[in-house]
């Protein structure tokens, strides 16, 4: 069966999708993009939206944070797509589909991308950093990210596909020395919270 993932009008997001990076948001922005979903949102078959860049696939995004570390997870060579083998993220996050239907499928599916791709024995408070937006190459025009921040505060935090994935904490160093192996979308984050390289490293 095919996946069936939200998407919303690229003239339908508030504030429009004319921005590289992070636009930051409060809750303010984040009720008119709920109201948003409410009004204009639709499921769509994912094959057709990877193709439609006149609407944007909403990304529930999720950087984890122990003060100054940020939670980096690295791909394995087990997974299915050899274009992912070695790759880096500092987020978790993933498409919303129609179990997270209801009256606020941005928050369900926030909390259901949370529980299936990490192990933690406490329940995480999401804040709200702001959208995420790249429409320089195919996949980032027609997905649009909405970045959360999680502190565990010394509390433990592992990824649940082991075989897949390896996390842990990693300092700002850490993060900088596989910059290069980054996803574009985990680049703009850790750009956008100071955590880029500096020139000419």
Known sequence: MTERVLVLPRTAVPGGCDFLGIR?????ALEALRSAVAGHGRYLERPAAEDDPAHKQLIPYVLVRDGARVFLMERTDAGGDQRLHGKASIGVGGHLNPVDDGEDALMAGLRREWTEELAAEWTPEFHLVGMLND???????????????????????????????????????????????????????????????????
């Open 24 to 28: 930051r948001a409060d809750e303010a």
């Open 135 to 201: 429409d320089t190459n195919p996949v980032g025009a027609v997905h649009l990210g909405v970045v959360f921040e999680v502190e565990a505060d010394g509390r433990a935090v592992e990824v649940r596909e082991r075989d897949k994935l390896t996390g842990g904490f990693a300092t700002a160093e850490a993060v900088q020395a596989v910059w290069d192996r980054l996803e574009t979308w985990s680049q703009l984050v850790a750009g956008a919270i100071g955590l880029e390289p500096a020139p000419g490293r």
